[in-house]
């Protein structure tokens, strides 16, 4: 196949995808038919069949691309700073603004996780979860050893750096939140510096 074939694929792949998306988030994954799809992307039945033989599998296939995304974004960002402050409000802050700049994909990270949906996501979902922790705890237990944070266990430092903003995260998402994305950054940023720091 040549590159331009394989750029082509992959550009139709990526516009079956977002208009999936698209059209779960406006009608819910149960209610969205392979037809809504196809209208949507403007690719023919059968294109999008050779790429997702099932809506399931392509709510599937939708999930896993933007956990990749998101996780993928997270561990670099993380990783860019030595300084244990920087990368954990640079965590933060990465979290919010992803949430603001692909409001339809966060919603679908949030309400696209049914079961059978997780279950069609299977192995390479979870291979792909403990390879984002193995990194976040490695960054995380060296910043301990060096005294820069304080030493907890891996199922508490987690939601301490990032359970606060997923949450405001969520109300944002509703329509529920008064207060500004900015604003929330540089207040869930301090809150979970304040929490994991070590004082000295």
């Known amino acids: 196949m040549t590159q331009t074939r394989v750029r ?6 990526r516009a079956i995808l977002e208009a ?3 059209c779960f988030t406006a009608k819910g994954i149960a209610a969205t038919t392979m037809e809504d799809i196809r209208a949507a992307s403007g690719a023919s039945i059968g294109s999008i069949y050779h790429h997702f033989e099932s809506k399931e599998r392509l709510a599937a296939a939708l999930y896993l691309e933007a956990v990749r995304e998101y996780q993928q974004g997270l561990v670099g960002e993380v990783a860019r700073h030595r300084s244990a402050e920087r990368g954990v409000r640079a965590a933060v802050i990465y979290h919010l603004r992803w949430i603001r700049e692909r409001p339809d994909w966060a919603r679908f990270l949030l309400h696209g996780g049914e079961p059978d949906i997780l279950a069609q996501s299977g192995d390479e979902l979870r291979a792909m979860n403990e390879a984002t922790m193995v990194e976040l705890r490695a960054w995380l237990a ?5 005294g820069a944070i304080v030493r907890l266990a891996p199922d508490t430092v987690l939601p301490l750096l990032l359970g606060p903003a997923q949450a405001f995260g969520r ?8 207060t500004t994305m900015e604003e929330a950054e540089r207040i869930f940023a301090d809150a979970a510096w304040k929490s994991l720091r070590r004082e000295l």
């Open 8 to 13: 082509a694929t992959a550009t139709r792949r």
């Open 171 to 178: 109300r944002w998402l509703a329509g529920r939140a008064s």
């Open 20 to 22: 999936g998306l698209a």
């Open 142 to 146: 060296c910043q301990a050893e060096e």
